[in-house]
C-alpha cells in the first residue's frame, strides 16, 4: 500500500537518508527503532509528505508517486489519506478537544455538522467524549495523546504515521495507548508505522524495521 524508492535526503551537508527503499503492507501495525541520529523521524516526514527526498526519490501509495504531485493536490491528498500523531500531541491550546479533533475534516471540506458528528463518535470510542469540552489546558497528557489520536482519524485515513506517540507518557498510559493502536488496527483495519524507542511497542508490531546511520540494516515481519 505504501513504498518508498530510492530515498536520500541531505540538510546542507550533512546526508541523514542514504538509499531507503521500502513498503509498509496494509493493515499492519509498523515499528521503526534505531538509536537517535539513524534518521528515522526523517523517513516518517517524508512518508507523510511533510518533507520532500532528494530529486529520484518516490512515495508510492497504491502506486501513485505522491512526490510529484502539485502542492495543491498534494494537501489534500495527505489530509484525506494520512493521519499523524506526534510525540506532544500537538493540539490547539485555544480550541476545545471536541474543535481540535474535528479541525482536520473542516480543513477537508466536510460540513460543521459532519466534522463534529465524526469527532465526537471517535472521542467517544477513546473515553474522552466527557473531556469533549475541555480545552488542553485541562486535561492529562495521557488524554491530550488519546486526542491526539482522535484527530488523526477523523478523515478517515489509510495510514496514521506516529512519531515517538509514547515517548512523552507515563508508564500507565504508555501500555494504554499502545494498546489503542492494536485494538483500531483490528477494528478499522488501518495501517500504523510509528517510529518508536518503547521496546514493549516494537516487540508487539507486526513489522520491525530497524535502522542506523540513514539506512535500513533489518527488518522483521511476524
Do not use: W
Not at 189 to 218: C, N, W
Amino acid at each position: 500500500m505504501l513504498s518508498a524508492r530510492g530515498i536520500y535526503k541531505k540538510f546542507g551537508t550533512l546526508e541523514v537518508l542514504k538509499g531507503i527503499d521500502l513498503d509498509i503492507a496494509d493493515g499492519r501495525v509498523t515499528a521503526v527503532v534505531g538509536p537517535s541520529g539513524a534518521g528515522k523521524t526523517t523517513l516518517l516526514h517524508i512518508l507523510g509528505t511533510l518533507s520532500m527526498p532528494e530529486p529520484g526519490g518516490k512515495v508510492l501509495y497504491d502506486g501513485v508517486d505522491v512526490t510529484s504531485l502539485a502542492d495543491k493536490r498534494l494537501s489534500a491528498f495527505r489530509n484525506a489519506n494520512i493521519g499523524f500523531v506526534f510525540q506532544f500531541h500537538q493540539l490547539l491550546p485555544e480550541f476545545t478537544l471536541l474543535e481540535n479533533v474535528a479541525l482536520p475534516a473542516l480543513i477537508g471540506g466536510k460540513s460543521r455538522r459532519e466534522a463534529f458528528d465524526t469527532a465526537a463518535r471517535l472521542l467517544d470510542r477513546l473515553g474522552l467524549i466527557g473531556r469533549s469540552t475541555h480545552r488542553p489546558s485541562e486535561l492529562s497528557g495521557g488524554e491530550c495523546q488519546r486526542a491526539a489520536v482522535a484527530r488523526a482519524l477523523v478523515n478517515g485515513p489509510r495510514v496514521v504515521l506516529a512519531d515517538e506517540p509514547t515517548g512523552s507518557l507515563d508508564s500507565a498510559n504508555r501500555v494504554s495507548l499502545h494498546k489503542l493502536f492494536f485494538d483500531l488496527r483490528d477494528e478499522t483495519g488501518t495501517t500504523f508505522v510509528i517510529v518508536t524507542h518503547d521496546e514493549s511497542l516494537a516487540s508487539d508490531s507486526d513489522t520491525i524495521i530497524r535502522m542506523a546511520d540513514g539506512k535500513i540494516v533489518g527488518i522483521e515481519n511476524k
